[in-house]
């Protein structure tokens, strides 16, 4: 007899993870939403987050990314000013996933 599979645990991220994260998938959308440029697709997202340009962490085998970091993400591809925002997430951001 097998197991049965418990998604109760590290196969589901918790709600809190749900709403403080933004599948990669969807940044393309938000970002459009809040800008009149043309933003990359998910591909060069994808990129951007393999290369360590976009700070993202895994979630069930999918990349995320902090919803409070959607302003400095914006910055970092060129969609708005830098220079009136946050700087982009750099290491401390990226630690602050490592701990998470």
């Not at 393309?28 to 360590?52: C, F, I, M």
């Not at 979630?59 to 902090?66: A, K």
Request: charged share 20%.
């Amino acid at each position: 007899m097998k197991p049965e599979l418990d998604t109760t645990t590290a196969l589901v991220p918790n709600s809190a993870t749900c709403s403080e994260f933004l599948p990669l998938t969807e940044l393309a959308p938000a970002l459009a939403a809040s800008t009149d440029r043309e933003v990359p697709t998910y591909h060069k997202l994808w990129q951007n987050v393999v290369n360590g340009r976009i700070v993202a962490r895994k979630i069930n085998g999918r990349y995320h990314v902090r919803r409070a970091d959607l302003v400095a993400i914006a910055a970092t591809l060129g969609l708005i000013p830098s220079g009136d925002h946050p700087a982009p997430a750099g290491k401390a951001a990226a630690d602050r996933m490592i701990a998470a």
